[in-house]
Each structure stands twice: as C-alpha cells, then as structure tokens.
C-alpha cells in the first residue's frame, strides 16, 4: 500500500541523507548573522512589552479626574475615550478599544466618564460624546469625534477606528 511506500526508505535517499548534516550550517557565517539579528530583535520586543505592561498598557481601563494628567503624561501615546454610560455609541466605542488595548500594547487606552470630568471637558472642549482625545507625551494632538471618521454608522469595523488612530499617530498599524 501506498502507506507503506511512504514508510520505506528507497536506497538512493540513504545517500542523500548521508551526505546531509544539519552541523554544516553552524559554521554559516551569514546564517548565524541572521540569527543572531533577529534573537536580538526577539529580545528587544520582549523588553519593549514589558516595559508596556508594567506602565498598565494591554488593558482598556476606566481613569478618575485625579488620575488623568498622570496617566496622560506617563506613556508615549495614550488614547482617552470621553463617554457616558446611557450613549450606546459609547458602549460601541468601548467594544472596540476593549479589543485594540490587548493587540497595540504601544498604545494606553483609558476612559473617563464625562459627567465626572467637568475640568478636563472644559479644557480639551469635548462637546460631543463618543470623543477620543489622542495624547503624544502628554500633549492632545488629535480628536476622533462621534462616528464620521469610521465609517459614520454602528457597525464599523475596529480596523477602521485602528486606521483613524495610526492617521493621528498613536498607533503602529501595519496591514
């Protein structure tokens, strides 16, 4: 059958596997150069993941009006969803940063519920709701304002908002 076939080593491929051996590329300069390039590479995203993780990044977090310039100011892009919990709008915005927090770790996404934040809505004029205020160290840079900007209906898909947020530069997206 053509199981065993399959089984059976044919005599000339003995030959081949003979003159095959897997120490011959060990002495592969180049190879090893690659190798040892992207072991490096390895180690530096591990580093930089952890360095992410220790500042709280990979979570969708909900912030105070307290807690909000430390948070802003600690990492280099931060994104701050504006909202509040009777806007189903905003219940559709939070799905979606719920699910970029965990793949873009270079990014902290927070909330803040904008009724207990008159401060920060005065001074960022946040007048429509869902609103995110997009931070590149410490400084507002851009806004993405209810809808329009993703597609303008509920059913957006999250690569569209992932999109808009690389545009404002707080996000590495790579498709």
């Avoid at 927090?101 to 207990?116: N, P």
């Avoid at 001074?123 to 205020?133: G, N, S």
Wanted: aromatic share 12%; charged share 35%; hydrophobic share 40%.
């Amino acid at each position: 059958s053509w199981y065993l076939v399959a089984l059976t080593t044919m005599p000339h491929e003995e030959e081949d596997n003979d003159s095959f051996n897997e120490d011959d590329f060990d002495d592969d300069e180049e190879l090893n150069a690659i190798r040892e390039k992207r072991m490096a590479e390895l180690r530096d995203h591990m580093k930089d993941k952890q360095e992410f993780l220790s500042k709280q990044h990979g979570q969708y977090r909900e912030i105070t009006e307290q807690e909000f310039l430390p948070e802003v100011t600690s990492s280099q892009w931060v994104v701050v969803h504006f909202y509040h919990d009777d806007f189903t709008r905003c219940k559709i915005m939070d799905k979606h940063l719920g699910e970029m927090s965990g793949v873009f770790l270079e990014t902290k996404f927070l909330k803040i519920q904008a009724d207990k934040a008159p401060f920060f809505i005065e001074k960022l004029q946040v007048k429509v709701l869902p609103c995110l205020i997009l931070f590149k160290d410490g400084v507002a840079v851009d806004r993405v304002v209810g809808f329009d900007e993703v597609g303008g209906v509920d059913n957006f898909k999250t690569d569209w908002l992932a999109r808009r947020l690389a545009k404002g530069g707080v996000l590495k997206y790579h498709r």
